[in-house]
DNA sequence: TCTGGGGTCCTAGGACCC
DNA sequence: TCTGGGGTCCTAGGACCC
């Protein structure tokens, strides 16, 4: 019988920072800028579950968090070791297992054969003891036929358990679940999905037509998820990265033009840098911004070959920017920019090379096309 | 006192081609 | 001259996830 155990360590971010420092072990830990240093519109990146339980929790402004755990210890982060010890856990699960399929920098679906229920417990309960011997990190397992119900299962068993759904059970397990636990299903959707009388997972099952008018294909995901009928593959892994981007957030909303332009220019820089690293290459380039009210406005463009460095994207994203400030949305320069964004998409690897193995048309950087 | 930074996927209209 | 579909690419925006 095929299963998927769903791997998901607790608390990441913190756990990482309490390795080698027992002295955290049982505390309140916060990862995040700390708002004792000073005025900041950061937010809680990870939260352990002592601070949990006096209501933190990640996203939320890192000054409403010290009011409600002041007594938290305070970590900046640190996403290089994060990076690095989520490596660590792919290799552990791939020495065991084989195939793991890495869904964010803390959850792992794995695909597992076991004759039944009571054997993929136990694969569930080998991996949690492992990550925790090996790596000294706790984590969560959640097992079903599909990855989406594993998902599901493994929320349900945060922190530090193991919850099995058997195949046979899944329409009963889920029925009473609010529709949120959904993966996919935020505050719009869920609020959608109230206004039809909507509330449960369950009562999906009886508004095939209704969810398929007002959400489209995903209303048809949705819809089978409920009947028990999510498909057991898990797609096709390793397709490469989509986009990489690079954002700053002002500590005071700005509408000064040079000061926007200073920022995109160093974002940029930063953004051909690390694109360098992973000799990717790209070929469109976006620039967006956050309003002081909190909307978005973007603007991108794709030229006609892959290009590399930092020129091609500062060169595109100062336009694209002088394109959103002449826009309706700027009012005239009087809107202010909250945060600003440069990204790229269209990646390719190897660079230059691998832009002409590609087979299309690579003129020469400069070459002007259209 | 709101709300970071890095991503993914979907939709929809228009251009353009067959 | 008018009227069609289908398919793909580009661009803008939105929802969601960790």
Redesign the pocket.
Known sequence: MRWTLYVDLDA?YVSCERRGHPELEGRPVIVGPDPKNGPT???V?SASYEARSTGVH??M?V??AA?LCPEATWIPPDFAKYERTSQEVRHLLEERFGRVLP?????FALPVETPDAAAARALAEEVRAMVRSELGLPSSVGVAASPTVA?IATDRAKPGGVLVVPPEGTVDFLAPLPV?D?????????ALLAGLGIHRIGELRSAPQRLRREL???GEEIYRLARGEEPTDMGSPE?G?????????FERDVSDPDALREALERLSDGLAE?LGQEELAY??V?VSV?WD??????????MPSQQEGADPIRGLALRLLQ?LLRSP?ADGGRRKV??I?V?VQ?LAHGGARQAKLDGFAAPEPGSAVK
């Open positions: 990441f519109r950061g937010v990146l990640s996203a402004p000054e409403r009011r869904r964010s920098i803390d959850e998902k949120g959904i993966p996919g299903v935020g505050p719009k959707t869920e489209g294909r995903f397709a990265p989509r986009s990489r981007s690079a954002e700053h957030t690390s070929r469109t976006t956050r009210d909190f909307k978005q406005s973007q603007r991108s463009r794709s394109e949305a909250r945060t964004s990204g269209h």
